[in-house]
């Protein structure tokens, strides 16, 4: 149970255009959902914290307007990185936590490798 | 602030060596939680151990261990026996409470372990 999905899982986009990321909870609703960004060799960045119906809170440093989320419903968010750019070449990685479990608990993601060329 | 530090950024052992990642945090949260992460070369990241504060007691999960130690603020992992498939990075992470319920994970910089056949 509490399984997390991305997709894709792999993205290669030219400089300039927008590319979405789709984070699935498959067997539970979420109460909450987290985005990561990991550079390479680096550790996981939190970038934003979404409720389902809510604006997502980001955190300091990270353009809520290059980087959409949208979280339409409990068990859906995506992340839109828009007009992307080399430096934008990241592993994302998205968690949830599960309506009626521990809070603390985040369940993660496979993860997206963004290509930007 | 709250903070994860993992001092080894690097470790190289001879397989069947014990191996120990060191994690010292820093919160001003008396109710907190501590994870252990393996993240291998695929990039998913897999849940090893949850521990909360009150909870001192040392655990062993086959041939792995962590030592918690709230008096110097560590939760230490040990490795006995190491294998070559153990290879991977190690990453500590905290929670921290942002809301009432809401939680996010502050990850330490992660320690890659080399397991050398």
């Known amino acids: 149970g509490a399984v997390v999905s991305q997709h894709p899982s792999r993205v290669i986009c030219k400089s300039g255009t927008s590319v979405k990321i789709e984070c699935r909870s498959l067997?539970?609703?979420?109460?909450?959902m987290f985005w990561y960004r990991q550079f390479p060799k680096q550790s996981l960045m939190l970038m934003a914290t979404?409720?389902?119906?809510?604006?997502?809170?980001?955190e300091q440093g990270v353009e809520k307007d290059k980087f959409l989320i949208n979280h339409a419903s409990l068990t859906l968010s995506t992340l839109t990185v828009t007009s992307a750019h080399p430096e934008d070449s990241s592993f994302y990685i998205c968690s949830a936590t599960q309506i009626g479990a521990d809070s603390y608990e985040q369940y993660f993601g496979p993860g997206t490798r963004l290509t930007v060329t | 602030a709250q903070k994860v530090t993992q001092a080894q950024t690097e470790i190289s052992v001879v397989e069947k060596e014990d191996v120990t990642l060191d994690c010292v945090y820093e919160?001003?949260?008396?109710?907190?939680?501590l994870f252990w992460y393996k993240q291998p070369p695929s990039g998913e990241l897999v849940f090893l151990i949850r521990r909360n504060s009150f909870d001192e007691q040392n655990e062993i999960s086959g041939r792995y261990s962590w030592n918690f130690q709230k008096s110097t603020s560590s939760f230490n992992f040990t490795i006995t026996a190491s294998q070559v498939v153990d290879s991977a990075v190690y990453f500590c992470?905290?929670?921290?409470?942002?809301?009432?319920?809401?939680?996010?994970?502050?990850f330490g910089t992660g320690t890659r372990l080399k397991v050398l056949a």
């Open positions: 979404s409720n389902e119906g809510s604006k997502a809170t980001y």
């Open positions: 919160t001003r949260d008396t109710t907190y939680y």
């Open positions: 067997d539970f609703q979420a109460t909450t």
């Open positions: 992470a905290l929670s921290e409470a942002v809301t009432s319920g809401t939680y996010k994970y502050i």
